[in-house]
Nanobody
Framework: QVQLVESGGGLVQTGGSLRLSCAASGTISSIYTMAWYRQAPGTQRELVAT???????NYADSVKGRFTISRDSAKNTVYLQMNSLKPEDTAVYYC??????????????WGQGTQVTVSS
């Protein structure tokens, strides 16, 4: 059974920084794309950033230049470094990953979410 466990959320002031972590555990053959999504109350979940197993990253326009996604394959972990935080970044952040428990059968998995609150 595969689980994604997120950590690092919290309360920060405008302009502050925060680093989110998401560690995958369980029976894992390999992990392909990993990503971060976020969802504010009353809004749809939106994609924040993605990173491939080759390290290629993409970002939503709203966070480009402020957030950095990275991964540590040896630890099955993805990170989201968030700098210059704004109140608009306040949301529950979710980790997502396509994981194969057997070779070449990738399926999506989700973390439980971690709250990020940016105060003005």
């Amino acid at each position: 059974q595969v689980q994604l466990v997120e950590s690092g959320g919290g309360l920060v002031q405008t302009g502050g920084s925060l680093r989110l972590s998401c560690a995958a555990s369980g029976t894992i053959s390999s992990i392909y794309t990993m990503a971060w999504y976020r969802q504010a109350p009353g809004t749809q979940r939106e994609l924040v950033a993605t990173i491939t197993n080759g390290g290629s990253a993409n970002y939503a326009d709203s966070v480009k230049g402020r957030f950095t996604i990275s991964r540590d394959s040896a630890k099955n972990t993805v990170y989201l470094q968030m700098n210059s935080l704004k109140p608009e970044d306040t949301a529950v952040y979710y980790c997502n990953a396509y994981i194969a428990v057997v070779s070449f059968t990738y399926r999506p998995y989700w973390g439980q979410g971690t709250q990020v609150t940016v105060s003005s």
